[in-house]
């Protein structure tokens, strides 16, 4: 049995806790069901339940959001066009979210569908260690898709071209 203030009471009769509660003007509340003897405090049940509550919310809010972006390719892509897409690509990861990569066939292409795996495999080593790819190329009807995740590490940013690399010391001596 634990007090309103935290002390230790020891071990006591339920009818006993119960009447302390009362004249306390509080609630006993079972908060150790599975220990033997169970442990019970005295408290205020409706503010424990607010601050449960509270420290629930709390910890919700500090968890991550992400989204799934798409990316949409073609089997026959320019490489011209597969650039914009890979640069948005990367953006979207570094931004924190996820990437739906999908390699979309029509009519004859679905009898290739190495040509939108190879594609896929592309994408994994330009992407490098910005996006890791989660799982393998999937075939669903006329769509194959590979999600990436953004990578746990952080990628260095690359220097500015106006911003001159620094030389070694024994350059300079």
Excluded: W
Aim: glycine fraction near 8%; include cysteine.
């Amino acid at each position: 049995m634990i007090d309103a203030e935290g002390g230790q009471l020891g071990v006591i009769l339920t009818e006993e806790a119960q009447r302390l509660a009362r004249e306390a003007g509080l609630d006993l509340v079972e908060v150790a069901p599975e220990a033997r003897p169970p442990v019970c405090r005295i408290m205020d049940f409706g503010k424990f339940l607010y601050a449960q509550k509270k420290k629930a919310h709390e910890s919700k809010r500090k968890q991550k959001q992400f989204q799934i972006k798409e990316v949409k390719f073609r089997p026959n892509i320019d490489d011209h066009d597969y650039g914009v897409k890979l640069r948005n690509a990367r953006r979207f990861l570094e931004e924190g979210d996820k990437v739906k990569a999908t390699v979309q066939f029509r009519g004859r292409e679905m009898s290739k569908p190495d040509l939108g795996l190879s594609l896929l495999k592309k994408l994994i080593v330009d992407l490098g260690e910005q996006g890791v790819a989660e799982g393998n190329p999937e075939m669903a009807g006329n769509r194959m898709h590979l999600v990436f995740g953004p990578s746990k590490k952080p990628v260095p940013a690359k220097r500015p071209a106006s911003v001159p690399a620094e030389r070694p010391a024994a350059e300079n001596a």
